[in-house]
């Protein structure tokens, strides 16, 4: 161990010490005398204001009950007409099967009057209910009754 750098920095140390302590007590030591301890002037008192009078309340008038209102028997809902039964506009309905995604993007089916496929009979599609026809065909053209419609996608 070095004894000659320990002294240096031990005396540093020491140093740095006494400079701060010496700065703390002058600041201590200007302070201390600004604020006086007495003071010269007699003290003065503050007279207590005179009670005031207190108010009594006045009674107040009661209010009579009101009266309860009538009630009224609830107004009666008018019966609705049904609408007249309509003659469907086709023949031929759609009797859905199943429905399922088969992967593909064509529309197939087999058009049946009873129980036996016809032909000749106009199927349309449309996107939307009596919206733009999007293709039409004729049934029996690949068979008894069937159709099939390619989806553009």
């Not at 609705?80 to 039964?85: E, F, K």
């Not at 003659?87 to 593909?104: L, R, T």
């Not at 529309?107 to 733009?132: C, H, R, W």
Request: charged share 15%.
């Amino acid at each position: 161990m070095n004894w000659k750098s320990l002294r240096r920095r031990l005396a540093l140390g020491i140093a740095i010490g006494m400079t701060l302590l010496a700065c703390r007590t002058s600041d201590v030591l200007t302070t201390a005398n600004q604020t006086p301890t007495r003071v010269a002037a007699r003290a003065t008192f503050t007279p207590l204001p005179s009670p005031t009078p207190t108010i009594v309340p006045t009674a107040t008038r009661t209010r009579a009950p009101t009266a309860r209102p009538t009630t009224r028997p609830p107004t009666a809902i008018p019966a609705t007409a049904l609408p007249a039964a309509t003659a469907p506009p086709f023949k031929y309905k759609a009797v859905n099967v199943k429905c399922e995604h088969s992967g593909q993007s064509f529309i197939q089916g087999t058009v049946y009057e009873g129980s036996s496929p016809v032909n000749g009979k106009l199927v349309v599609m449309s996107f939307a209910l009596d919206g733009p026809i999007a293709d039409k065909q004729e049934t029996g053209q690949s068979g008894d009754g069937f159709f099939s419609m390619i989806v553009n996608a």
